[in-house]
């Protein structure tokens, strides 16, 4: 019998902390319960402490998810810990995951503690969340840079209070696969009391290792992974769920251990994630990125139609490729569109939302031959949007583009119901639009990020447009998708637009000083 990795998902959390990520109740939710469906482990829903909005947000997962165990972030304070409890109440499985700084540089800058100080603090912290459940989680923040001798010291401190796991994070990203096996392997062996407690890595990208450190720690005596979907986090990102769970799958005959992750729910929770923060997967990522299974080398097609195993070392429709990805038409009926978009995790909460998405697949099918799974996937993406009771929505667009002339356009947008237009010029067509909605909503943001790519394959495939704007501290991605790049710049600046003048007390981060492990 093999050991069971548990794969504990900060999609919520820290995914949510990536520039731009921020995602609405429903959207948190919405992802919590496709991570469920996956049979994630642990979900940690957010930071309860952080703001009201959080706080509602982890409650409501709290409240709609039944298998997965529920979690909140914590600092080593009582506020925080009182806080985090009462979001996560509801949960039928619950945890407390309560951190603080273990570095040198962590203690002495930021926390200005000294040693004793710290392990005084995390005690007393472990101790009131095990006074809320059974089920606390223990971190040493920026333990890649701690002294091990201190951490030895502070993590038995903690399972002597009552912590039940202990999590070792990799928190700049800066340790290397062999060197942070070996200190997880040392940690183990030098605590007296480590067999009395699950011991978690949670590594970040900063130089390309999240994936290898957390592989490398669970060799070395490790049982739960913190991760992310898409590799989504602060910074350069987090582990990447699907990198882990399709390598511990796939080398089987190297792990000692497994996972209970249903795989084939791995694509349709990546494309989930990936509209609703507005951060587009690459063609050439791992497991799910567009271009993971296709080969493009005639050597290498002719070996894969000679025998699969000689290019391809896992199966695509095991982590949720459709193997026939032409799903629909236009000749398509409703019930079609709707158990096509339940088989892909989609459940629409009314009629009037199916018959809206429907709507918009018939648009789609008069422009498009060939509707595909991730065409369906961006149109339910613009229909959720459209229904969020946006203050700004696209009415129309002309954009006008010859050579030796700046390109115009034109642009009627609503406002709270009231029907704005504007004219403008630009360097292109975009430029005009985006500058045509300014003059309109004058939100006088700084763009940060205009970026293509297109859904599917062929001269009629849907464009998906991110903008990410800035202002005053705040930063937001928009996403449209349409047959016309233009038309998809246009709906991705009006959804940006929305986002930053909704939700400005969603996040209140910058007062806490650290975003945890």
Sequence with gaps: M????????????????????SMTQDEKVRIAKALERMKVDVIEAGFAAASNGD?????????????????????????????????????????????????????????????????????????????FTDDVEF????????????????????????????????TVGYTLPHAFGELIRSLLGRIPNAHKAVFSVHCHNDLGLAVANSLSAALAGARQIECTING???????????????????????????????????????????????????????????????????IHQDGVLKH??????????????????LVLGKHSGRAAFRARLEELGYRFKSDAELAAAFARFKDLADKKHEIFDEDLQALVSETQHAQAQERVQLLDLEAMSKTGTRPVARVAVSVDGQRREAQAQGDGPVDAVFAAIEQ?????????????????????????????????????NGQGADTDIVIASAKAYVNAVNRLGAGATERAHPQFETEGP
């Design 232 to 298: 989504l986090g602060e910074r350069a990102g987090n582990a990447a769920l699907e990198e882990i769970v399709m390598a511990i799958r796939t080398r089987a005959d190297v792990f000692p251990f497994d996972t209970r992750i249903d795989t084939t729910q791995i694509v349709p929770t990546s494309r989930l994630v990936s509209g609703i923060t507005g951060f587009p997967v690459q063609p050439n990522k791992a497991i799910v990125g567009a271009n993971a299974f296709a080969h493009e080398s005639g």
């Design 55 to 131: 706080f509602a947000a982890v409650r409501a997962v709290a409240e709609a998810v039944g298998e997965s165990v529920v979690c909140s972030l914590a600092r080593a304070n009582a506020g925080d810990i009182t806080r985090a409890a009462e979001a996560i109440a509801p949960a039928p499985r619950k945890r407390i995951h309560t951190f603080i700084a273990t570095s040198p540089i962590h203690m002495e800058k930021k926390l200005r503690m000294q040693p004793d100080q710290v392990v005084a603090a995390a005690v007393g912290a472990v101790k009131l969340a095990r006074s």
């Design 139 to 170: 971190s040493c923040e920026d333990a890649g840079r701690s002294e091990p001798d201190f951490l030895c010291r502070i993590i038995e401190a903690a399972i002597d209070a009552g912590a039940r796991t202990i999590n070792i994070p990799d």
């Design 308 to 325: 699969r195993q000689t290019y391809e070392i896992m199966r695509a429709e095991d982590v949720g490729w459709s193997a026939n990805k």
């Design 2 to 21: 093999k050991d069971t990795l548990i794969i504990f998902d900060t999609t919520l959390r820290d995914g949510e902390q990536s520039p731009g990520a």
């Design 440 to 476: 309109i909503v004058d939100t006088r943001a700084k763009l940060l990020l205009f970026s293509v790519n297109n859904i599917t394959s062929g001269t009629d495939a849907q464009g998906e447009v991110t903008v990410r704007l800035s202002k005053d501290g705040r930063t937001v």
